[in-house]
């Protein structure tokens, strides 16, 4: 594919709301020595520090999807009414919460837990800027938190092992934690009818 066809097919997506295009450039590092000469050098570089830093770091950005943390693009609502309707669909989350039953440690914590979905996700859509990214995170963490401390209220057989790796990838991969505990959930209800 010639550099040309590269960048005309880039720019089908721009303007689509929810993508980020980022553009593919070689990997360069500069690094300025006690003298104050200025080193320049790429992958090929032949010096040691750089060769063991670039190898590090494509260690690093190989690293498998589920060791990778969430991605969120700074875009938010499009318009004030949309920030509004979005703030509005968090808040049955809290009523919810405050009306779920509480009659054990488990329960307490997943009426809890549904009390912080609302929190984080009207947080989220009412914040701008940079510190929207950081909100995401905390949603989506938040929504992997409800859904982990329903399975345990749910069974509370769940095995020690599976609720350690829950609790250990939550923060960095709160979809995956969703999806599993999730599933867990559908079984369960298959089981029963």
Request: glycine letters at 6%.
């Amino acid at each position: 594919m010639s550099p040309q066809r590269a960048l005309s097919t880039s720019r089908a997506l721009e303007g689509v709301h929810g993508v980020h295009l980022v553009p593919h450039s070689t990997f360069a590092f500069e690094e300025i020595n006690q003298h104050g000469v200025l080193y320049q050098s790429t992958c090929e570089s032949k010096t040691v520090g750089a060769n063991q830093r670039f190898m590090v770091q494509r260690v690093w950005q190989q690293r498998p999807a589920c060791l990778r943390p969430i991605q969120c693009s700074l875009n938010g609502d499009n318009s004030l009414a949309e920030t509004i309707a979005n703030v509005l669909t968090s808040l049955p989350f809290i009523a919810l919460g405050m009306q779920a039953t509480r009659k054990n440690l488990n329960c307490k914590l997943y009426a809890n837990s549904l009390i912080g979905v609302g929190v984080t996700s009207s947080l989220y859509h009412a914040s701008r800027g940079n510190m929207r990214k950081y909100m995401r995170w905390a949603d989506y963490s938040m929504i992997a938190t409800a859904t982990v401390c329903l399975t345990r209220a749910l069974r509370n057989e769940n095995p020690k092992f599976l609720m350690a790796a829950s609790a250990l990838f939550l923060p960095i991969q709160p979809l995956m934690v969703s999806a599993v505990h999730t599933g867990m959930m559908e079984v369960d209800i298959c089981k029963i009818y």
